[in-house]
């Protein structure tokens, strides 16, 4: 399953967005701040930004910035009630891909969403490597030389994680937050299921790697 960071202070807007999108089979995670969605974007792998441009905390531009200094291809739609042709080139002009006026019809959204979605991204981020694995996001599958194992999502977004921070420890609270978004409640234990999957499916396909508990600060590939 796809899913989308969505910055909107508007909460009304926002949750009307958000139940479309899921209508549509793409999770939504939604923020209302920038420093929020920044530290999200830093432990989740997002398809698709959506973002509001008056925000409390600034321009939503500043993200945008920010996220192309960073180098991250994810594509980015604006969303604004600024409809003046040089809000629209400034936008664009600062790295986002698409610009969307307020008010506009939900299809149109969801139909823009789903374009981005489709399209290619430059980052080889999108099939990260670490030793002898390699995931493909797009597939929903983890692989080791000729063998591949499919992921569920929640599996995909952890093991996404571990894979991007290569080896270095991931915190518990950080994986949750990957496996099942940061507005979401994840009950107990539903972590350690996930693990204990990923383990027998590294075993499955001969990866030298494994999951490691290390005590008290995270989890790690080693």
């Not at 991250?72 to 080139?89: S, W």
């Not at 692989?143 to 080896?167: T, Y």
Request: some cysteine.
């Amino acid at each position: 399953m796809s899913r989308v960071l969505l910055v909107e202070d508007h909460e009304r807007l926002a949750s009307i967005i958000e139940t479309q999108l899921s209508k549509s089979g793409i999770a939504v995670d939604v923020f209302f701040r920038i420093d929020m969605a920044w530290q999200a974007l830093q432990q989740i792998s997002y398809q698709v930004l959506i973002l509001d441009r008056g925000l409390p905390d600034g321009d939503g531009l500043t993200l945008v910035k920010r996220i192309r200094s960073a180098n991250i291809k994810i594509p980015c739609l604006i969303l604004t009630a600024r409809d003046a042709l040089h809000d629209r080139i400034e936008g664009l002009d600062t790295g986002a891909d698409d610009y969307l006026t307020k008010p506009f019809a939900m299809e149109e959204l969801v139909a823009r969403v789903r374009a981005l979605l489709r399209r290619p991204v430059e980052s080889i981020a999108l099939q990260p490597r670490f030793k002898d694995l390699q995931i493909k996001p797009d597939e929903g599958v983890i692989c080791c030389g000729n063998e591949s194992v499919s992921l569920a999502p929640a599996e995909l977004q952890v093991m996404l994680l571990l894979i991007q921070k290569k080896g270095d420890v991931v915190r518990r609270s950080a994986l949750e937050a990957a496996g099942w978004g940061l507005s979401d409640a994840v009950t107990p234990n539903a972590l350690d299921v996930v693990l204990h999957r990923l383990r027998k499916k590294l075993l499955a396909i001969d990866s030298a790697l494994e999951i490691v508990n290390m005590r008290s600060l995270g989890y790690a590939l080693k």
